[in-house]
Each structure stands twice: as structure tokens, then as C-alpha cells.
């Protein structure tokens, strides 16, 4: 019996082609960096021991591992232990079951209302086949139209989905690799026999089988209907038309046994793992393939990720998403790029990288396995902020103190160390003029023969230039870091400033100088010149600015910094920020450019492009490479979703609700807390994940978007309640989940039995009053009342509201806009006598910013206040209770309260807080004590807060940046 094994055709590799620019150790792709990869680390107590990874159509992603299986759906990770312990091994999810493989055990999961998986064994349907005979460990599932195929060591067990048939099939000289060929034939080698199809019910050897009785552990579908096999000797072996022989690997390419994980995608390719943390795509029908690497842990199983794209790689440690083919890719760290990128340039043919560790010449080259290398020139030992081109061999550098004049003899300082140049313009009406932007003002430099003369200019504006135009011969527009945009004229001898002002709303631009007055300005190929300030984009038109409308552009706008522009090859309009790249499509519309995954870590810094037009991106001692050739498939966009909703109980219970959109939970009214687990399924990038929620029936509004993926609601009234919610992947791509729904019961009294007995009472003492003057009377005295209680009212309103004022300027810590001390002592107060009459805990994080004082000393006080400011909207919008309380403790310490938190519940706020500060920009990071216990009769105020400074003093002495709970 012939087979027929066909691959399908591939699209990875014409897209590998077109792009020219994608990693790839074949010779027929140039190589530029890696593609992004987001790694998770898998925060369980289990055994560091992973060999298998599946994901469900819903996004979920799970793990086998040697403690049974997890679950993580991009924010939290969950511990299923199968019976007995037994260990996972294989994972398989055919869109509508997982199948599970362990030792001595196989079966399936099904997930219950609460979303909570359950393990079904169907190891015991086939006791009756094997009577108590152990088969040891499945180490492939397999399914096909008629059910699932279990592969043990001598056993081949099957399962039917229809009716619940059960066949088995031993061989005692083991089996080896398990698959199907392009008709759905099943295939099995028998280790020492050969390979053999399912013929009956009965396995038969086919045409030339016999030749593959050594062991094979994976078959792959190769070109021209040829079954490759991996055998553990080593040795790729070729199956075709009954014959076998050595297949061609191309060059580079392990052997056979160097791999650990194998994966068929869905174009055909291969994904292959190996024992050194390498990953291989490779294209059979081409044999050209791109080699990643990943670490130095092997590689034990990959999946084509269902949702979002990519691929899924399990290691023993950690479980990682690879963009692939990937639309960006990043340089290697060891690149030799270092500092934050400033410029991108030519020289000499070689592209020229600055950055504020120095100039560094780009080559591409087959020495390293990214292929990018970078060597730092000897042009200075300082940071490099600007480059101008004078002639093909001659050229001006901006670096930390002086100008240099780059020659290919070397370079030469052609200014003192005082200069501080940050941005050159050479003069449109003199070519012998440079306009040079300082740290504290503007300079000329005029070329003289072989010498240059500088024209020292008063130092006003004392302001870093940014950037340069020049409107017309000694008439110039700067972009300055602390006054916008200036308007400056010189002299006639140009060694002097006739007159200078900062351009505001008199001269068009409305908020022209923004925050710390940051602008930027762009001189177009075609001589507009456009500024960028937090205000928007405005347009010179010979003497003043006008407004250029950009709705789209604001809406992309995350802060009030305004963002840098950039002219494209063709002429088109850039725009960037820290963390958003745009690109100006058509009319109001904007192209967003998500790099947030690609970067991983660090922030935009520049934005440059290359001879054929492709996208620079610096950054952090990285670049990114833009591959418009490739239009990768982000597969479906992640489904947000109610993960979990916890009911706890005042005594501590927790019960899992049931996620059935169409049903209404009834609670009950003594219930202490509602706990909603939130999740969107993206594995692109460790963040960029956000939400937006409203519990219809308490809040009005929709929230903001935000990055927590917890909720808690307590101290619900009696009511009807509807929690909405959105999520946004880290593309931006946004989802909406079924509404939750839940009624808080009213207590007996509040029924409507009873409203209806309260309104019988009602109406028999109304009908007792049967005298008019009786009631004519009380309606004059009611009418008085009324009268007089409106006075008292409007009067004690106006006394309020000044109390109230009073008030909140008393409780309000100036500095950071929080509550102060004063106010944390008032409530926490409150708190305590609270918390200990219904005895529930009272939680407390006492936080305190690290080497706050080295901090302050080196930025200065302004820097401080701002860090604290900062810290402080960070530690306010961590609770998402209305009874908790943040609040400034003294100095650079601060107090959160939550009353009727859990210890667990407050280390999730504290080391979520911890890991927001340390992901800042600020360079800080905090420690923080935590203590939540229920209040003793002896307790106070102070002693409660001595309880959480103890674990406080011990996270500082343990090394800082860490939470430390009580006792």
C-alpha cells in the first residue's frame, strides 16, 4: 500500500521573499534582528518541569505540567492537579475539546459555569480491554474524524466521540512516531517492524515500510508528497512511493535528534524546537528556513496561537509568544548599540546610528547570527546629538560639549568645551553659515576657508534649542525645550539678536508652550514649516502660526507632550512619541504603528528610514526594523472576558459564580465582597492590555481605560446591578464582553410583602382620621413647616457647602492631592470600630520610596515633588473600592487603607502598585509593608500602622523594591 503525505503550499516563504529584510540564517534573506517575543513566567508553586502547551479557541493557553495542568489566560495562572498527581505530557485542543495525556491516565476537560476546568478520565473505559495491566505515559494525541488516538509506549488506545467506543492496540516492541497523510490515512511505526497504516481495524505494513523500523519520533509533511522523518539517531530520513532515503537537510540545519518540539503551521512551514533554546521555521518545499533564538532552555512544545497570531513556545521555565512573520523586528542586545538613540545618518555609504553614548557605524554582516553589527566610532567618548552633512568626506557632529568636523583622517573639536551643541541648521542663504541650538542658546559657526569663526550670540533666550528654521537670511524660528517657539532676528553682522520672542497665542499658537514649554519643529521638502506643541500641529505662514486641524492625530495623543514629525521618503507626514509611531494615511486619518510589543521594554527615541524607504525606529540600545513586505496575520482579535466572579462571604468563604450570561445571580445582602477576574487572551506583549467597566445601577459613567485586571465591589444597597465591561489587546483592538448580571437582596423589611403589610397600617390609621377640622388644621401646621423647613434647609445648605470646602482644603495633602494625614487618621479611625465590630481585617500598606533623598538631591526638589505627584496618582488609582484610602503618611511615605481586605488581596494591590512604579519612567521603585488582620479590643490607630512598618523596615533591609507581609 503506497501513501500520499502532501504539504500545503506555503505563504511563509514568499513573504520572506518580498520583505528582503526578515532574520533568516538562509543566504536568500538578508538578516535585521529578531522578531518580538513576550515571555511569561509561570507564578505557581510547582515544579519547574513544562512538556506541553495547547490553547483553546477562546484564547486560553494551556500547560503540561509534571504537577498536572495550568491554565493562564494573559493575566492569571491557575493549577489543576489531575488525579493521583499524575503528570501531563501531551496537550491536544481540537477547537472543541482538550484532549490530556499523563502517566497511567488520559482523558479530556470540559469547563463547568463558574469557568473552572474538570478533568474527565476515560483511562477506566478501557480497563476491560487491558484488565490492570499499567500502559506508563501518552506521549502523542491524535485526533481524526472518527474520534481521538492515545499513543502510550505499547498501547494505542481509541476513543470515539459519537458513541463512546473504545479500541486498543499493543505492540511489544513499542511504538514510535504517530500521523495522518493527506487522506486521512492513519500512520504508526512499529519500533523494529516498520511503518504501518490502519487497514480495517488492523495496522498493515505499507509499500516499503519495513525501512523505517528504526525508531522515528515525529513525521513532517515534506515536498512533492514526501513524508520526512526525524529519527533518533540523528538522521533525516525521506519517505516516498515505497522508497527510503536521506533527505537533504539544508545547510546548518541540526540533526535530527537536536530537537525536542516539533509543529506543522498552518501554511505548510515547520516549527522546530531545539535542546538549546533555538527555534527553527523552516519551509520544506524551498528548504530555506529562519533560525530565532529563544534562551538556552529547550524548547518542549509548539502551537500555532489561535488568537492574535503567532506562535506559542513552552520551555521548563517560562512560556513565550514569537511574533512570526513578523511586521517588526528588534536588534540583538548584543548589537553593540548602547544610549538612547538620537539620530539616524549616512557616512560614507554606512548607515550612522547616534546616541547619547556615542556614533556608532551600522554594518550588515554574516558574522553574528542577527546579522547586525555595530562598531562605535573613536569620535567621542560623549553623547552624539546631531550630524550635518558638508560634502561626501566632510561632515559636523554635535556631541556632549564641543562641534566636531568628521573627516576620514579622524575628527577635530572646531568649538571650546563650553559650546554644548544639541542641533545644527546650515543657513538655505549662506552655505557658510551653521546655525547651532546649545544647551543655553543659539550659536553660529562661519566657515573660513579652512577655518571656522564663531559668532558668539548673547545667551537669550537661555534655552535648550530643540530644533532650527530659517524663515528668511538672519531670521530664524527655534523649538526650545522652555519657551516653545521663538521668533528670533539678528543683526546685520549676525553677532548679535535685534530681537527675540516667544511665540504664543498673540502670534497663533493657542497652549503653544505646554508643559516645561517642549515643541518641535519640521521644515518640509517643499519649505512649510510645521511646529508640534502640546496644542496640536500649527502651520508658519510667513508671520504667524495657523491651527492645522488634526482631530485624528489628538486622538492618538496619550499626554500632553507634543509629538516629534518627521517627512517620509515620499513626502508623507510621521509622528511619534514614547510609545506611539503614526503615520499620516489620508485627510484626518492616522495609521498607528504598534511597536509596544516589538520594543518590549524602553521607549521611542527616534524615527528614521533608510535608502529604500523602510522604517528606523530607535530606542534604548535597540533599533527596530519596519518589513512593509510582510503582511503578518494577527489572527482573531482577543475576546475580553469575565475570568472568574468570586462571592466572599464575611466569614471568609469564597464561592464561584456561575458565568452564564443569561442568568441573574441573587445574592444576599450580608455578602462581604464581589470579586471580578478580568482577562483579554494577548500574548503579544507583557503589557498594553486595558479595560473599561460600568456597574450599570452604581456607576453613571464608563471608566477610563486601565490596567488592572481585578475588581471588587463591597457594601452593595439592595438592588439590580449589571457589570459591563471592554477590553483592549495591545494592538489596540477592542472587545466587549456579555454583561454580568446580579440583584442584591433587600433585608426581610424591605421586601415587598412587607412594604404591602406597612401600607394595610397605613390605610387604617388614615381612615381613623375622620375629623376635617382635624385634617384641615394639620395642613395649615404642615404648611408652616414646610415653610420654615425650606429656610432652615437653604441656610444649612450654604453652611454645608462652606464646611464642606473647609473641609476638603483641610484633608487634602497639598503637594500630592490626596488625602493627608489628618483625614487618615479621621477615617481610619472609622475604619477600626468598624471593622472590629463586624469583624472582617482591616488592611494596610505602608509605602516607602526608595533612596527618595539620593533622588531628590541629584534631580532637585521640582523633580522630587513631581516623582511624588506621580507615585501618588499610581498609589490612588490602585484600589478600585470606594472605602479605601490612600493617603500621603509624611515625607516620601504613604498609607493605603482597605477595610475588610484580605492579606492576599492587599499583596496583589502591593505588588501591583510596587511593579507600576518600577515600570515608570520615573527610575524609582518602592518597598512596602503590609499587615491586614481583624482588630483586637486593644488595638489603636498607631499600633495597627507600627504592624505594617515592621514588615516595611524589613523589605527596605531585605534589599528594597519588594513587599513584605506581616509576621
Not at 511574533?323 to 545618518?345: I, K
Not at 489628618?822 to 472590629?836: F, I, K, V
Not at 516623582?867 to 500621603?888: K, T
Request: hydrophobic fraction near 40%; charge should be negative; glycine fraction near 10%.
Amino acid at each position: 500500500m503506497s501513501i500520499r503525505f502532501r504539504a500545503i503550499p506555503l505563504l511563509l516563504t514568499a513573504l520572506l521573499l518580498l520583505s528582503g529584510a526578515v532574520m533568516a540564517d538562509h543566504p536568500l534573506h538578508p538578516i535585521q534582528g529578531q522578531p518580538p517575543v513576550a515571555r511569561f513566567a509561570i507564578d505557581l508553586d510547582v515544579f519547574a518541569q513544562n512538556l506541553a502547551i495547547a490553547q483553546g479557541p477562546d484564547g486560553l493557553v494551556y500547560v503540561g505540567n509534571a504537577d498536572g495542568l495550568l491554565t493562564f489566560d494573559g493575566a492569571h495562572w491557575r493549577h489543576h492537579p489531575l488525579p493521583d498527581g499524575s503528570r501531563v505530557l501531551t496537550l491536544l485542543h481540537d477547537g472543541e475539546r482538550l484532549y490530556v495525556g499523563g502517566t497511567e491516565r488520559f482523558g479530556y476537560v470540559e469547563h463547568d459555569q463558574a469557568g473552572v476546568p474538570h478533568f474527565r478520565d476515560l483511562t477506566a473505559l478501557f480497563r476491560p480491554l487491558m484488565g490492570e495491566e499499567g500502559f506508563g505515559e501518552i506521549w502523542d494525541i491524535l485526533p481524526t474524524r472518527d474520534g481521538v488516538y492515545f499513543r502510550g509506549l505499547r498501547h494505542l488506545f481509541h476513543y470515539a466521540h459519537d458513541d463512546g467506543a473504545t479500541r486498543l492496540w499493543h505492540h511489544p516492541g513499542r511504538f514510535g512516531a504517530l500521523a495522518t497523510d493527506a487522506d486521512g490515512l492513519l500512520l504508526l511505526q512499529f519500533r523494529e517492524v516498520g511503518l504501518k497504516t490502519l487497514v480495517d481495524g488492523r495496522f498493515e505494513l505499507v509499500a516499503g515500510g519495513e525501512q523505517l523500523s528504526d525508531f522515528v519520533f515525529h513525521l513532517l509533511p515534506g515536498a512533492d508528497e514526501t513524508l520526512v522523518a526525524a529519527a533518533m539517531d540523528g538522521r533525516w530520513l525521506a519517505y516516498r512511493d515505497g522508497g527510503v532515503e536521506t533527505w537533504t537537510a539544508p545547510a546548518g540545519l541540526p540533526d535530527a535528534n537536536h530537537f525536542t518540539a516539533f509543529a506543522v503551521l498552518p501554511d505548510g512551514s515547520w516549527a522546530l524546537g531545539g535542546r538549546s533554546g533555538d527555534l527553527y521555521l523552516l519551509d520544506p518545499e524551498t528548504s530555506a528556513y529562519s533560525r530565532i533564538g529563544l534562551g538556552t532552555d529547550a524548547l518542549q512544545a509548539i502551537t500555532p496561537s489561535r488568537v492574535g497570531g503567532g506562535l506559542l513556545v513552552q520551555t521548563d521555565l517560562e512560556t513565550l509568544h514569537v511574533d512570526w512573520p513578523p511586521t517588526w523586528t528588534l536588534s540583538d542586545d548584543d548589537s553593540g548599540l548602547m544610549g538612547h538613540v538620537t539620530r539616524f545618518a549616512r557616512w560614507q555609504d554606512r548607515k550612522l546610528i547616534l546616541s547619547t553614548s556615542g556614533a556608532f557605524l551600522l554594518d550588515q554582516t554574516d558574522s553574528k547570527p542577527s546579522g547586525l553589527s555595530l562598531q562605535r566610532s573613536n569620535w567621542t567618548q560623549f553623547e552624539a546629538w546631531d550630524w550635518l552633512a558638508l560634502a561626501p568626506d566632510r561632515a559636523l557632529l554635535a556631541e556632549t560639549y564641543h562641534l566636531m568636523e568628521i573627516t576620514p583622517d579622524g575628527a577635530t573639536a572646531i568649538s571650546d568645551s563650553s559650546l554644548y551643541p544639541r542641533s545644527m541648521k546650515r543657513s538655505r542663504f549662506d552655505d557658510r553659515l551653521i546655525y547651532v541650538g546649545t544647551a543655553l542658546g543659539l550659536a553660529i559657526a562661519r566657515q573660513s576657508g579652512d577655518h571656522w569663526e564663531w559668532l558668539r550670540l548673547p545667551e537669550k533666550p537661555a534655552a535648550r534649542i530643540l530644533g532650527i528654521a530659517e524663515i528668511a537670511h538672519g531670521e530664524l524660528l527655534l523649538a526650545s525645550h522652555h519657551h516653545g517657539i521663538i521668533h528670533v532676528t539678528l543683526n546685520t553682522e549676525l553677532d548679535g539678536i535685534d530681537q527675540w520672542r516667544a511665540v504664543d497665542a498673540a502670534s497663533g499658537i493657542d497652549d503653544g508652550s505646554g508643559e516645561n514649554g517642549l515643541c518641535h519643529l519640521l521644515r518640509h521638502r517643499d519649505g512649510r514649516i510645521t511646529a508640534s506643541t502640546s496644542g496640536g500641529l500649527w502651520q508658519w505662514d510667513g508671520d504667524y502660526f495657523q491651527a492645522v486641524s488634526q482631530p485624528g492625530l489628538d486622538a492618538h495623543r496619550a499626554d500632553h507632550s507634543p509629538f516629534h514629525l518627521r517627512e517620509g521618503p515620499r513626502g508623507e507626514l510621521w509622528a511619534f512619541s514614547h510609545n506611539r509611531l503614526l503615520r499620516h494615511a489620508r485627510d484626518d486619518e492616522w495609521e498607528r504603528f504598534e511597536v509596544a510589543e516589538a520594543l518590549s521594554r524602553g521607549a521611542i527615541t527616534e524615527l528614521g528610514f533608510d535608502r529604500d524607504g523602510h522604517v528606523l525606529v530607535g530606542s534604548i540600545g535597540r533599533l527596530l526594523f519596519h518589513h512593509s513586505g510582510i503582511r503578518a496575520d494577527h489572527g482573531e482579535v482577543p475576546q475580553v472576558s469575565l475570568r472568574r466572579a468570586i462571592l466572599q462571604h464575611a466569614d471568609g468563604r469564597r464561592e464561584a459564580l456561575a458565568l452564564d450570561p443569561d442568568r441573574v445571580h441573587q445574592l444576599p445582602r450580608d455578602h462581604y465582597a464581589l470579586i471580578l477576574e478580568l482577562a483579554v487572551p494577548d500574548y503579544a506583549t507583557n503589557s498594553g492590555v486595558r479595560f473599561r467597566s460600568r456597574l450599570a445601577g452604581v456607576e453613571p459613567e464608563i471608566s477610563d481605560w486601565y490596567s488592572s485586571n481585578l475588581i471588587t465591589y463591597s457594601f452593595l444597597s439592595p438592588g439590580d446591578y449589571r457589570f459591563e465591561l471592554w477590553g483592549q489587546d495591545g494592538r489596540g483592538r477592542t472587545s466587549e464582553a456579555a454583561p454580568f448580571r446580579f440583584e442584591i437582596l433587600p433585608p426581610w423589611y424591605q421586601t415587598s410583602w412587607a412594604y404591602s403589610l406597612w401600607g394595610l397600617l397605613m390605610v387604617l390609621s388614615g381612615v381613623s382620621l375622620t375629623v376635617g377640622v382635624i385634617r384641615w388644621r394639620t395642613y395649615r401646621i404642615s404648611a408652616e413647616h414646610r415653610r420654615l423647613a425650606e429656610i432652615v434647609e437653604g441656610r444649612t445648605r450654604q453652611l454645608s457647602l462652606a464646611n464642606r470646602r473647609l473641609k476638603d482644603m483641610a484633608n487634602i495633602d497639598g503637594l500630592t492631592a490626596i488625602a493627608n494625614r489628618r483625614r487618615l487618621d479621621e477615617y481610619m479611625t472609622e475604619a477600626l470600630n468598624h471593622c472590629r465590630q463586624e469583624g472582617v481585617p482591616l488592611a494596610i500598606l505602608l509605602l516607602d520610596v526608595d533612596h527618595f533623598k539620593a533622588y531628590n538631591d541629584q534631580g532637585g526638589h521640582v523633580a522630587g515633588d513631581v516623582a511624588l505627584r506621580q507615585i501618588a496618582l499610581m498609589l490612588e488609582e490602585a484600589p478600585r473600592r470606594p472605602e479605601d484610602l490612600a493617603a500621603r503618611y509624611g515625607g516620601e511615605e504613604f498609607l493605603l487603607l482597605m477595610p475588610g481586605a484580605s492579606e492576599t488581596a492587599a499583596r496583589e494591590v502591593a505588588e501591583g502598585i510596587r511593579r507600576r512604579v518600577e515600570a515608570s519612567d520615573l527610575e524609582l521603585t518602592v518597598s512596602i509593608g503590609v499587615s491586614s488582620r481583624v482588630p483586637s479590643r486593644d488595638d489603636n490607630c498607631q499600633r495597627l500602622i507600627d504592624s505594617a512598618d515592621q514588615p516595611l523596615y524589613r523589605a527596605k533591609a531585605e534589599g528594597r523594591n519588594r513587599v513584605v507581609l506581616a509576621g
